[in-house]
C-alpha cells in the first residue's frame, strides 16, 4: 500500500523553495507514496511543473480568512463589525491584545482555524513545508490528521523574522523538524534548545540528470563572444541582496576589469530598483537582467564564475545548482553556504561587503 504524504505550501512562485519542493517530488517514487501538495492559493509559475502523478489540491476557505491573516488586526476587527460578525470581532480582538503581551499568536491561530473545514483525507504524513510560515504551521496542527507531521524549515531564522514564542508553544507537537543545513539547524538550536531530539538535517534535492538534459536546450550565450559570462540567479528581492552588483560591476571596471558581462536570472520588486542602480553606475552593457526563467540550467552550463549576493538562506539552491555544473562559487556567508563550500577550490565565502565580493571576483579572474 503506498504512503500517504500530504505537503503544504502558501503557492507555487518561481522561487528557491518551490523549487526544492519540486525537485524532491521528481525523485520520489510514485509507486511508494501517493502524495497531495496542497496550496493556500493557486497561483505561481511552477503551476504547470508539477509531475503528473501529485495530486494538486487547494485550501478553498483559505481566501475566506487570509485577510484576518495578512491584515493589521485593528483593521480586521473593523471589517468584521461593519458586517455584523460582532462575535469572532471581539474574539479576535481580545487574543490580538493577549498575543501583544505573550508574543504568542496561537490563540488567534485558532480562532482564525475555526472558521476553516478539517482536511477529511488522513495521511501517513503531513508536512508544513514553507518554514517557518507560522499560519501553515499551525494548519498542519489542528486541522490535519496524521500518523506523523513534519516541520520543515527552509531559513536561518537568526535573520528572519522567526516568532519564538510561537515556535515553543506548537514545534514540540510536530513529529520531526527537519532543517535544511548543518549551520541553519545550529541557529534554530540556539533560539529552541529544548527540540534538539526532533532535528534532522536533509539538503534540498537536486535532480541532476534533469539538470543536465534541461541544461542542453537553449544556448543563452550565444551571442556572446570572447567574454567571461558572471551568474547569480533569484528572486530579485531585498533579502538576495543583487542590489549591489551595479557597483560592483563599476568597482571591476574601474580596476581593468572589464572583459565580462554579468547575468542577473530572476525578477521581483527590487527590479526597478538594480535598474535604477545600472544606470547610475552607468554598467548597462556589463549586466544583463534576463528575468523569471522556468530552466536555468543553461544559464550555469556556460557560465564562468557563480556570485550569490544573498543575505540570508538556509540551504542556497542556486548555490548547489552551480556546484552541480562544476562552477566556482562566490557566496556571502549565509548559513547555507557553509554546507555546500567546505574549501577553497570550489568555492570562496566572503561577508556581505561591496569591496570585499569586488576584491575576490577579481582575484578569481587574475588566478
Not at 62 to 77: G, H, K
Not at 116 to 126: G, L
Amino acid at each position: 500500500m503506498k504512503k500517504k504524504i500530504m505537503i503544504l505550501i502558501s503557492n507555487l512562485n518561481i522561487g528557491g523553495t518551490e523549487k526544492a519542493l519540486l525537485n524532491m517530488l521528481e525523485i520520489m517514487d510514485q509507486n511508494m507514496y501517493e502524495v497531495d501538495v496542497y496550496l493556500l492559493e493557486k497561483k505561481g509559475g511552477f503551476l504547470n511543473e508539477l509531475p503528473e502523478w501529485i495530486n494538486l489540491k487547494i485550501i478553498d476557505d483559505y481566501q475566506y480568512i487570509a485577510s484576518w491573516i495578512m491584515d493589521a488586526p485593528w483593521l480586521v476587527v473593523k471589517k468584521l463589525i461593519f458586517n455584523y460578525k460582532f462575535i469572532i470581532a471581539f474574539e479576535l480582538a481580545f487574543t490580538h491584545l493577549v498575543m501583544k503581551l505573550t508574543g504568542d499568536r496561537t490563540k488567534y491561530y485558532n480562532i482564525v482555524l475555526n472558521n476553516m473545514k478539517n482536511i477529511e483525507k488522513q495521511y501517513d504524513v503531513a508536512i508544513a513545508y514553507a518554514g517557518p510560515m507560522n499560519f501553515i504551521t499551525i494548519y498542519i496542527l489542528k486541522k490535519v490528521i496524521a500518523k506523523e507531521k513534519i516541520q520543515w524549515i527552509h531559513f536561518d531564522v537568526s535573520k528572519f523574522n522567526f516568532n519564538v514564542e510561537f515556535a515553543k508553544a506548537n514545534y514540540k507537537f510536530f513529529n520531526k523538524i527537519v532543517v535544511v543545513s548543518r549551520n541553519a539547524a545550529n541557529k534554530l538550536l540556539e533560539k529552541l534548545p529544548s527540540i534538539k531530539d526532533k532535528i534532522e538535517i536533509i539538503p534540498n534535492f537536486l535532480p541532476e540528470k534533469q539538470c543536465m538534459e534541461k541544461s542542453l536546450e537553449f544556448d543563452p550565450y550565444k551571442k556572446v563572444k570572447n567574454k567571461k559570462i558572471i551568474l547569480t540567479v533569484g528572486r530579485l528581492t531585498s533579502e538576495k541582496g543583487q542590489i549591489i552588483i551595479p557597483e560592483i560591476v563599476r568597482l571591476l571596471i574601474d580596476k581593468g576589469i572589464d572583459n565580462f558581462i554579468w547575468y542577473i536570472v530572476g525578477d521581483g520588486n527590487q527590479r526597478g530598483k538594480v535598474q535604477d542602480k545600472i544606470l547610475e553606475y552607468q554598467v548597462n552593457n556589463y549586466i544583463k537582467l534576463e528575468g523569471v526563467q522556468k530552466n536555468p540550467y543553461p544559464y550555469y552550463k556556460g557560465a564562468d564564475l557563480y556570485v550569490q549576493t544573498s543575505l540570508h538562506e538556509g540551504y542556497c539552491i542556486t548555490i548547489a545548482e552551480a556546484l552541480l555544473f562544476s562552477k566556482y562559487v562566490i557566496s556571502t556567508d549565509v548559513a547555507g553556504a557553509y554546507d555546500q563550500i567546505k574549501n577553497d577550490e570550489i568555492g570562496k565565502i566572503v561577508k556581505y561587503d561591496i569591496k570585499e565580493l569586488t576584491n575576490t571576483i577579481e582575484t578569481y579572474f587574475k588566478a
